[in-house]
């Protein structure tokens, strides 16, 4: 990804399910760790790709499901939560999360034409984030990707790339 070449001169807060432009005025949409607090994603993505112009594309982060943390939470019976935890208590407890076949699901029923999915260590809050990171980072190198990422990252395209 670029740096911008100039400062962001305008800010709009909106309702994501409710986009306040005009359709097809947007080339790239952003939604970081957005979806998985949605009402109703289907809702969100659609507006999304309604604002995108002809050969816009949307760029979602989500937590990645099958994180091998989670996977171990599983097998050894305890719980899977998705969220933050701060070092006491679990917060920020996510409505839904979507495996990579489900993203592409999703798209696709909204008319996206093209997806790719790539997995990544994003940075965490919490108290024990040099530790979190620094264990994925060598446990990426033990097991396969969508198992090794802690975030899954999805570039979807309105025309066929």
């Excluded at 947007?26 to 607090?37: A, G, H, T």
């Excluded at 997995?119 to 446990?139: A, C, M, N």
Aim: hydrophobic share 40%; aromatic share 12%; glycine share 4%.
């Amino acid at each position: 990804m670029q740096k911008p070449q100039s400062k962001v001169l305008n800010f709009v807060q909106a309702d994501a399910h409710y986009l306040p432009f005009k359709s097809s005025c947007i080339s790239r949409v952003f939604l970081f760790d957005l979806m998985q607090y949605f009402i109703s994603p289907y809702q969100c993505v659609c507006e999304a790709y309604r604002v995108l112009t002809h050969k816009g594309q949307a760029i979602i982060s989500t937590q990645n499901p099958v994180h091998w943390r989670r996977v171990l939470r599983a097998i050894f019976g305890k719980p899977v939560i998705l969220g933050n935890w701060n070092g006491k208590t679990w917060t920020d407890q996510h409505l839904q999360c979507w495996t990579e076949a489900e993203m592409r699901l999703l798209l696709h029923k909204v008319g996206f034409k093209h997806t790719e999915i790539y997995y990544k260590i994003l940075p965490t809050r919490g108290q024990d984030k040099r530790t979190h990171i620094s264990l994925d980072k060598f446990v990426q190198h033990l097991v396969s990707r969508p198992l090794a990422g802690r975030n899954m990252i999805t570039t979807a395209w309105k025309y066929m790339k």
